[in-house]
């Protein structure tokens, strides 16, 4: 054990040893020695437990009668494992068994908190001898249940993401770490590799890499900018040789609590369609742009003209009939920066 369960069962020791050594220890020493220990014990956050071989309970800190809803002298003589579920007990019998012989690992189990709840923790002990008799355990754990939630919740998220994924007719696959991490079926009919194969290989034995580097760099430009990346024309090389095209779109997620890059390929050679309405969409988005920019270009002219017919009308020699002329030529440009407007938002 380390950090703070290191200290606490270096201190337990210590308390250990001074009982149970054959010298004649001073009393008052002695007394103050275990009080100071069980005070440091007593101000530990995790939970403190101390148990004899016989799996009775001998000492609990407060934080451990805090997360049981107890007092120490309703715990002390109980059962160890009189809240723990049912069906953890000889997983933790066989951990405990263990620690006789200095293995020392963290332990998962589910205990019932006052509630009624089922709750996590995590557990790291020690046995604790006198000479070659076994005298103790001290076990010190902590509660992880929001942990718990957070893997059971990302589980299932990536056992729905992949029932998604298998559902779909276009080829998806997930990389990560400069591997391919996941393909699914539709993926492995359109390149005809085996699952095996794929995650043997580099995405660059398959595609271009230029068009690889280009959708690197185009993925972490589109997620800083919270954009969503276009689909990208890639040609793929299947097991047999033949290449694949196809309108790529991938964006950033999280796989297994890490980054990753999941990408969507669509297959063109057998679905020409898809790549029309594809051109298509990129045409329509090359004419908002264009229209855009126009449009400003002109909102910035008519705005000009607006400034000039306010400064006319602001003349004190101007006759009546120049002025209903000045103030309808005004409506006008202000119709005609609506439209502008219009544009932009196109």
């Known amino acids: 054990m380390e950090n703070k369960n290191g200290l606490v069962s270096r201190d337990f020791e210590k308390i250990s040893a001074n009982r149970c050594s054959s010298a004649e220890p001073n009393a008052e020493d002695m007394k103050f020695n275990e009080s100071r220990y069980r005070a440091i014990i007593e101000n530990q ?63 998962e189990s589910r205990v019932i908190n006052p509630k009624g709840e089922v709750c996590w923790t995590e557990w790291s002990g020690k046995a604790i001898f006198d000479g070659n008799r076994l005298l103790e355990y001290l076990v010190v754990g902590r509660d992880i249940t929001d942990r718990k939630k957070m893997e059971d919740a990302l589980i299932r998220s990536e056992a729905n993401f992949r029932k998604l994924a298998e559902a779909l007719p276009v080829a998806v696959f997930v990389y990560q770490d400069a591997s391919i991490r996941y393909v699914n079926s539709a993926f492995l009919d359109l390149t005809k590799y085996s699952n095996e194969e794929i995650m043997e290989y580099e995405p660059c034995d398959m595609l271009d890499q230029l068009d690889f580097d280009e959708i690197i760099r185009a993925t972490s430009i589109a997620r800083q900018n919270q954009e969503v990346i276009s689909p990208y024309k890639v040609r793929l090389v299947s097991k047999d040789g033949e290449d694949i095209w196809g309108y790529l779109s991938a964006d950033i997620i999280d796989y297994e609590g890490r980054p990753a890059i999941v990408g969507v390929i669509m297959d063109i050679d057998n679905n020409p369609r898809i790549e029309e309405k594809i051109l298509k969409v990129s045409k329509l988005e090359s004419l908002g742009l264009l229209a855009g ?54």
């Open 293 to 346: 920019g126009i449009a400003h270009d002109f909102n910035n002219i008519l705005t000009v003209i607006a400034g000039n017919i306010s400064i006319a009308k602001m003349r004190h020699h101007i006759c009546d009939d120049a002025l209903e002329m000045l103030e309808e030529a005004e409506k006008a440009t202000f119709q005609a920066c609506a439209l502008t407007q219009q544009l932009l938002t196109f």
């Open 45 to 107: 956050l995790e939970l403190v437990i101390i148990f004899l071989p016989d799996f009775k309970i001998s000492f609990v800190n407060e934080a451990m009668c805090q997360y049981f809803g107890s007092t120490p002298a309703e715990m002390l003589g109980k059962n160890l494992f009189h809240s723990v579920v049912e069906e953890d007990i000889d997983f933790l019998i066989s951990a405990i068994r263990n620690l006789v012989f200095g293995i020392q690992n963290k332990t």
